[in-house]
């Protein structure tokens, strides 16, 4: 089994190049919906969040209210330390058992937005980080998720600089250009992959 970690900043493009790296063949796990997965209503997880947290960050029907707690944590790094202690020791649990379930010559590409930040890269055989500008970042995030750009620049800050995550790559996925371009980058990534596993 291969196992490949896939990074990069908000708005590069990540679960593009999932998508497309699953459509050649490889089982992808999203730590993103792990993450979504382990704070439910009823899981321990949503549970200490709120002790945490305080009620103020669950929604009328008892969900996590994520833009809120994104607000309160992305402005903080004490607040997004004690958040991640929460979250990632159980996404880390759910992505180890869903990884057991992969046959000996899968790839698998575990998609990981904090993989540079949480120094998580040793646990890979290949980094894989998808990179384009921090404007055109900011510029996608807004017109695709709504966030206005101070969000979304808050949201840059607290996470690893674009230089730092290219030094911890093994492949660099340039998406800054038009999807066909990217579906061209993603079969030559898919090719490498696949030979080294």
Do not use: C
Request: hydrophobic share 40%; charged share 35%; net charge negative.
């Amino acid at each position: 089994m291969l196992r490949v970690g896939l990074t990069g900043g908000i708005g590069s493009g990540k679960s593009a190049v999932a998508e497309r790296l699953a459509r050649h063949g490889a089982l992808v796990i999203d730590a993103d919906r792990i993450a979504r997965e382990v704070v439910e209503p009823g899981t321990s997880g949503l549970e200490e969040i709120v002790a945490e947290f305080g009620e103020d960050v669950l929604t009328g029907d008892g969900r996590l209210d994520r833009p809120k707690l994104g607000r309160i944590v992305f402005s903080d790094s004490a607040r997004l330390a004690k958040l991640n202690a929460i979250v990632h020791p159980r996404v880390g649990r759910r992505t180890e058992e869903l990884m057991a379930g992969a046959s000996s010559d899968a790839v698998v590409v575990y998609d990981v937005p904090l993989l540079v930040e949480n120094d998580l890269g040793g646990l890979y055989d290949v980094v894989v980080v998808v990179d384009v500008p921090e404007e055109e970042q900011v510029a996608r995030v807004v017109r695709d998720r709504g966030m206005d750009e101070e969000q979304v620049r808050a949201r840059i800050r607290a996470q690893a600089t674009r230089e730092r995550r290219r030094a911890k790559a093994d492949v660099v996925v340039d998406n800054s250009g038009t999807p066909e371009d990217l579906d061209r980058r993603v079969a030559e990534v898919w090719e490498h992959l696949s030979k080294r596993a």
